[in-house]
């Protein structure tokens, strides 16, 4: 498994752009690097998925270095509604035998007015 | 579109007792899986399943039982439930890379 290591916290201001990383030493040849968003009170539900370089749709970026030992979650102009835990998931999401798929402490972003 | 559907969502039970965490997914897919969440941990993986009758531990089984008689039910079992498995409990498939949860099943063992 590979573990993932992300701040506890991160403070923001609306219509700020916010970046999370976070971190994975010992990441897989197959692995790939996906982001999830939770509520209170909801399951998860996935923002962006990627494997190198950057990945972009209608909601963040993913930005992945060469050595892929890190990867960085933007949220650009941020709102309240963002406000939510935000967990990084390292693993092999696509047809692996060993789905042992699992998630960091995650990190909590507090969108300020 | 249902999706992935959890019962009950909340629960209180005592100590010793048998608690049935129900899972029930509308689509097909084949990979289930049972995570826990407690604060500061996370979301940790407790079974998973990779089809109907093919179930594997994850990193906290210990304490619970799993089954798959069919492809669409994934139920988690407390035999003995302790004040330790007070949790939030959320089951999840998988397909095309992507995880999708259910609503969280909130359980508090006094």
């Known amino acids: 498994l590979a573990k993932t290591t992300q701040p506890i916290s991160m403070d923001s201001y609306e219509g700020q752009e916010v970046n999370i990383t976070c971190s994975h030493n010992?990441?897989?040849?197959?692995?790939?690097i996906t982001w999830y968003q939770q509520f209170p009170s909801q399951g998860p539900r996935f923002i962006i998925q990627g494997y190198k370089t950057k990945v972009t749709n209608e909601v963040a970026s993913l930005f992945i270095p060469a050595d892929r030992k890190s990867s960085t979650l933007s949220l650009p102009r941020v709102s309240l509604s963002d406000t939510a835990v935000y967990y990084c998931?390292?693993?092999?999401?696509?047809?692996?035998?060993?789905?042992?798929?699992?998630f960091g402490a995650g990190t909590t972003v507090t969108v300020r007015a | 579109d249902a999706g992935i559907t959890q019962s009950p969502r909340y629960k209180i039970t005592e100590t010793g007792r048998q608690v049935t965490l129900m899972c029930h997914q509308t689509?097909?897919?084949?990979?289930m899986f049972w995570y826990r969440q407690d604060l500061g941990h996370g979301l940790r993986l407790i079974y998973y399943s990779a089809a109907a009758d093919i179930t594997d531990k994850g990193e906290v089984p210990d304490g619970y039982v799993v089954s798959r008689s069919k492809t669409e039910n994934f139920p988690l079992t407390l035999e003995s439930a302790t004040r330790s498995q007070t949790s939030v409990y959320f089951c999840a498939s998988i397909i095309g890379g992507e995880l999708f949860f259910g609503e969280g099943s909130r359980l508090t063992v006094l």
């Open positions: 010992n990441i897989a040849t197959n692995d790939y």
């Open positions: 998931l390292v693993g092999d999401m696509w047809g692996s035998n060993d789905y042992k798929l699992s």
């Open positions: 689509w097909s897919h084949s990979y």
